[in-house]
């Protein structure tokens, strides 16, 4: 059975760091890309940040780059998500979905997500 | 970029077909076949129904259908069933290598 299960969310202030990590199984975790992906409170799906099944190639939305960066492990089946200089506006769930492929097309299967609150 | 742009509630009675719709740019759903559609269930994750305009994944019904046509993709359900309400989003690959969701539909089962 394929499942993703994020963890590491919690409360930081603003500024601070956060890494979230997204653990695989089921799968060939070395043969697919991973999203992340959030949902603010209230709002809609927010694309964040995909890598690409050799860990060569990263994509990020505007509003983290510089500030987010992704990563994997292989030898643990583990995606992560390194969040910096965090914002309030950067309050929301945080889920990992594995692609459909190695290289980018859709979002197969997701997490539950983990909630990250950015606040003072 | 800006997110696609999708109703923000849609309904039908069972056994009716409903549309949703999923406007972008020529960016994204107008020069991209990576549009794909998510059904989400309160409390649930976000489960795949269609993948590259048009095609379902494994197990899911044929009462979903895909279509698009220049900047606009559709996602239909015919025969609505009470299962069918949640919330739907559409999703597209962008000419700057992200993908954007749509604001994401309400379906209400009347």
């Known amino acids: 059975q394929v499942q993703l299960v994020e963890s590491g969310g919690g409360v930081v202030q603003p500024g601070g760091s956060l890494r979230l990590s997204c653990a695989a199984s089921?799968?060939?975790?070395?043969?697919?890309?991973i999203h992340w992906v959030r949902q603010a409170p209230g709002k809609g799906l927010e694309w964040v940040a995909f890598m690409r099944f050799d860990g060569n190639t990263e994509y990020y939305v505007e509003s983290v780059k510089g500030r987010f960066a992704i990563s994997r492990d292989d030898s643990k089946n583990t995606m992560y998500l390194q969040m910096n200089g965090l914002r309030p506006e950067d309050t929301a769930v945080y889920s990992c979905?594995?692609?459909?492929?190695?290289?980018?097309?859709?979002?197969?299967?997701w997490g539950q997500g983990t909630l990250v609150s950015v606040s003072s | 970029q800006s997110a696609l742009t999708q109703p923000a509630s849609v309904s039908g009675s069972p056994g009716q077909s409903i549309t949703i719709s999923c406007t972008g740019a020529?960016?994204?759903?107008?020069?991209?076949?990576?549009v794909s559609w998510y059904q989400r269930h309160p409390g649930k994750a976000p489960r795949l129904i269609i993948y590259?305009?048009?095609n379902r994944p494994s197990g899911v019904s044929d009462r979903f259908f895909g279509s698009k046509s220049g900047n606009t993709a559709s996602l239909t359900i015919s025969g609505l069933q009470t299962e069918d309400e949640a919330e739907y989003y559409c999703?597209?690959?962008?000419?700057?290598?992200?993908?954007?969701f749509g604001g994401g539909t309400t379906l209400t089962v009347l």
């Open positions: 020529g960016s994204d759903v107008g020069t991209y076949n990576y």
């Open positions: 999703c597209s690959y962008t000419g700057t290598s992200t993908w954007v």
């Open positions: 979905a594995k692609d459909w492929t190695k290289w980018g097309n859709c979002l197969e299967i």
């Open positions: 590259e305009v048009n």
């Open positions: 089921g799968f060939s975790f070395r043969g697919y890309g």
